[in-house]
C-alpha cells in the first residue's frame, strides 16, 4: 500500500508560481512511475503530467508545455511539479498517483494504483 500526500497548492495571480509535492510512504517510489492530474468542477479528471521511473521519459498535456515541469527524487521519495506561468483555466484540483512498473509514462487514469487526496490550485487575480 503506497500513501500519498500532495502539498504546495494555494492562490496565485495570473502569471505566479507554484511547486507542488507529492511525499510518498509506504513504500519506496523507485518502482513506481508517478502522474499529475487536474480536475476543475463540472470537469472531468485530466493527465498533465507523467514521469517514468528512472526519470527518463516525461509527458506534459498540450496546454501546460514550456510551462510545467514534473521531476522526482527517489531518495527523498518524492515527485514534484514546478507550475510556472499561471493561467485562470489551470484552476483546479491537482492529484498525484502512482503507477506500478513504470517503465512508461502514462496520463490514463485506470492505470493507476494509488491516489493522493489533492492539493487545490486556484490562479485569480
Known amino acids: 500500500q503506497v500513501q500519498l500526500v500532495e502539498s504546495g497548492g494555494g492562490l496565485v495571480q495570473p502569471g505566479g508560481s507554484l511547486r507542488l509535492s507529492c511525499a510518498a510512504s509506504g513504500s519506496t517510489l523507485d518502482d513506481f512511475a508517478i502522474g499529475w492530474f487536474r480536475q476543475a468542477p463540472g470537469k472531468e479528471r485530466e493527465g498533465v503530467s507523467c514521469?517514468?521511473?528512472?526519470?527518463?521519459?516525461?509527458y506534459y498535456v498540450d496546454s501546460v508545455k514550456g510551462r510545467f515541469t514534473i521531476s522526482r527524487d527517489n531518495a527523498k521519495n518524492t515527485a514534484y511539479l514546478q507550475m510556472n506561468s499561471l493561467k485562470p483555466e489551470d484552476t483546479a484540483n491537482y492529484y498525484c498517483?502512482?503507477?506500478?512498473?513504470?517503465?512508461?509514462?502514462?496520463?490514463?487514469?485506470?492505470?493507476?494504483?494509488?491516489w493522493g487526496q489533492g492539493t487545490q490550485v486556484t490562479v485569480s487575480s
Open positions: 498517483a502512482v503507477r506500478r512498473g513504470g517503465y512508461y509514462c502514462s496520463t490514463y487514469t485506470y492505470q493507476y494504483n494509488y
Open positions: 514521469i517514468n521511473r528512472r526519470g527518463e521519459t516525461t
